[in-house]
């Protein structure tokens, strides 16, 4: 199995609807992140969480929003998807000032 | 401004040859500094990882570190087609907890 796993991998929705991506790690580590890439403007972090009491807004919140619902596990919600939300998706996690393990990525179509 | 730049490229070099990758910033706070690449389709993975200024090898890849320049250098010898790829330079300091902050990534391409 993967060390970051996330679902779905791929994702068509309509605008207005409500939409969670899920992630889970066997890392063992405490801290995970939710990032959106999109062509030109990198990777951009959305949410980070150091420990399942501790969620942090990153650059880019607005419009999502998240879960910690164990150390392995760390979910992102759009409430009410807009295309402009349309992009790929990383969790990733790490362990104090390592380098991060990323997932393979959901790509989300907002239509 | 970003806080980190980095020329999305295409970067197009024959097989064998050296690729020169590299990426500038303004934060001077930044300690931990690290290589990405990415594949189409893929998540980044985590390439090479150094800490404050100086050079790292592995392999075919050297990091290079100039704090003072604020400057950061990845070099692959003898490129391969497989290297073809998005290259992401990543940076970190502890006043920040240690988040990444990314550059935009340069895209590689090494011809057979």
């Known amino acids: 199995d993967a060390d970051v796993t996330q679902t779905p991998r791929n994702r068509i929705t309509k605008t207005g609807k409500r939409i969670m991506l899920e992630c889970s790690q066997t890392?063992?580590?405490?801290?995970m992140y939710w990032y959106r890439q999109d062509p030109g403007l990198g990777l951009r972090l959305i949410y980070y969480s150091f420990d399942v009491k501790d969620i942090n807004k990153g650059e880019i919140s607005d419009g999502y929003s998240v879960s910690r619902q164990a150390q392995a596990k760390f979910s992102l919600s759009l409430e009410s998807a807009i295309p402009n939300q349309t992009a790929l998706y990383f969790c990733a996690t790490s362990e104090g000032s390592g380098g991060y393990t990323f997932g393979s990525g959901t790509r989300l179509t907002v239509v | 401004q970003k806080e980190v730049e980095q020329d999305p490229g295409p970067l197009s070099v024959p097989e064998g040859a050296i690729v020169s990758l590299n990426c500038t910033y303004s934060?001077?706070?930044?300690?931990?500094f690290m290589w990405y690449r990415q594949y189409s389709r893929k998540g980044p993975e985590l390439l090479m990882y150094t800490y404050s200024s100086g050079n790292k090898e592995d392999g075919r890849f050297t990091a290079q570190v100039d704090k003072s320049s604020k400057y950061i250098s990845l070099f692959i010898r003898d490129s391969q087609p497989s290297d073809s790829a998005t290259y992401l330079c990543a940076m970190s300091s502890k006043a920040a907890g240690n988040k990444l902050t990314f550059g935009g990534g340069t895209r590689v391409l090494v011809k057979p």
């Open positions: 934060n001077s706070a930044f300690q931990y």
């Open positions: 890392k063992g580590h405490d801290r």
